[in-house]
T-cell receptor, first 115, second 112 residues
Framework: GAVVSQHPSWVICKSGTSVKIECRSL??????MFWYRQFPKQSLMLMAT?????????EQGVEKDKFLINHASLTLSTLTVTSAHPEDSSFYIC???????????FGAGTRLSVL | RKEVEQDPGPFNVPEGATVAFNCTYS??????FFWYRQDCRKEPKLLMS???SGNEDGRFTAQLNRASQYISLLIRDSKLSDSATYLC?????????????FGQGTTLQVKP
């Protein structure tokens, strides 16, 4: 079964609204989670690293005020796309890895469509 | 130069064929290597880790050449269900433990 749960799986929203995506580790505590974005026919691109109890680390070119990340517990990280626009339409995927080992497990992804 | 490069394909092969994918990475200090499989509109799923000595899992064989910074995946006796995009993934371990760099992916289509 899934070890990382992501919700919702699909969102359609109007331009200007904010969308929150949740990522939960089900069988382990994750001090670090990762948020990726994937545009059609492109690779996954790391957006930010979510750190439990501290600020997220954003990759170059990713606006931290637009993509708000909160990692308030050891099993939950949230990504909020604020004031979404059509160009934010994409497949957003989170991942986490257990404390031991270097295997990352991915959530099922959230397909965001901004009209 | 991209950090992880793959031929995007598509590779169209008949059932039963053997197919090989290649991948190169730019960071010579990279520590961990993986092949992930991604089906259309789904999340990536780990296919196998890649070890320096090479490793095999059923019909799948992965090889790593650190000197050439090259990773390969061999699929024998292709099945229709092998049709997917195969992602070469590298962990550069450059300060951010667990940060993964993904290749563009190689698309495989196995035909009856």
């Amino acid at each position: 079964g899934a070890v990382v749960s992501q919700h919702p799986s699909w969102v359609i929203c109007k331009s200007g609204t904010s969308v929150k995506i949740e990522c939960r580790s089900l069988d382990f505590q994750a001090t670090t989670m990762f948020w990726y974005r994937q545009f059609p026919k492109q690779s996954l691109m790391l957006m930010a690293t979510s750190n439990e109890g501290s600020k997220a680390t954003y990759e170059q070119g990713v606006e931290k005020d637009k993509f708000l990340i909160n990692h308030a517990s050891l099993t939950l990280s949230t990504l909020t796309v604020t004031s979404a626009h059509p160009e934010d339409s994409s497949f957003y995927i989170c991942s986490a890895h257990p404390p031991i080992g270097n295997i990352q497990y991915f959530g099922a992804g959230t397909r965001l469509s901004v009209l | 130069r991209k950090e992880v490069e793959q031929d995007p394909g598509p590779f169209n092969v008949p059932e039963g064929a053997t197919v090989a994918f290649n991948c190169t990475y730019s960071n010579s200090a990279s520590q961990s290597f993986f092949w992930y499989r991604q089906d259309c509109r789904k999340e990536p799923k780990l296919l196998m880790s890649v070890y320096s000595s090479g490793n095999e899992d059923g019909r799948f064989t992965a090889q790593l050449n650190r000197a050439s910074q090259y990773i390969s995946l061999l699929i024998r006796d292709s099945k229709l269900s092998d049709s997917a995009t195969y992602l070469c993934v590298v962990n550069p371990r450059s300060g951010n433990t667990g940060k993964l760099i993904f290749g563009q992916g190689t698309t495989l289509q196995v035909k009856p």
